[in-house]
């Protein structure tokens, strides 16, 4: 039997998968997001990385951050590969949003390779067309990770949040996403365009 694709409705509540990677210097921009994406009237589901979801840094520890995914989204965190295979198949989530997107994921996504809850749960999604917005964070981003940002925006169902060098001195090849500009890219997203301008300065 071939499978029906899922199409997003006009109306009632969406369901986004709000996925976080280990960019730990982030995560008090980033993490606030889903609790933002759920007043706008989204059902967010959170995703950790293992990364994210193991270690304690000095930007905090990963209980804490987990505890305030769950305060910011009324969802236990999934983070492990058997909670995030269903995203897709199970049409549990009409897109997912990486951020903070790290150079690891990235590559990850670019190679197809869907070894993290996260990458796995992009993969599910994208087997059913559904977008993936990326928020990169990544201190690579005009290095090593350069081309895997340009070979996913070249492809379909993937959608970049505007982003800019976040410490050109300090850090020349760095790369950051302005968060603020998470719900205004997924809303565009939705309807499968890029919200522009991509690069800010």
Known sequence: MMETFYTPQDTGRRTVAYAVCGSFCTFEKAVPMAGTLRRLGWDVLPVMSFSAAGMDTRFGKAAE????????TGHEVIDTLQG???????????????????????????LGLSDTPVTLG???LLRIHRPIVLAVSTNDGL???AQNIAALMERKDFFMVPFSQ????KKPQSLKADFSLIPETLEQAMHG????PVLLT
């Open 84 to 110: 995030a295979e269903p995203l897709g198949p199970k049409h549990l989530a009409d897109a997912m949003v990486i951020a903070p997107c790290t150079g690891t994921t990235l590559a990850r996504l670019a």
């Open 122 to 124: 992009a993969k599910s």
């Open 143 to 145: 290095g090593a990770s």
């Open 166 to 169: 976040d410490d050109c001195l």
């Open 65 to 72: 951050w987990r505890m305030q995914l769950y305060q910011e």
């Open 193 to 196: 365009r890029q919200y522009e």
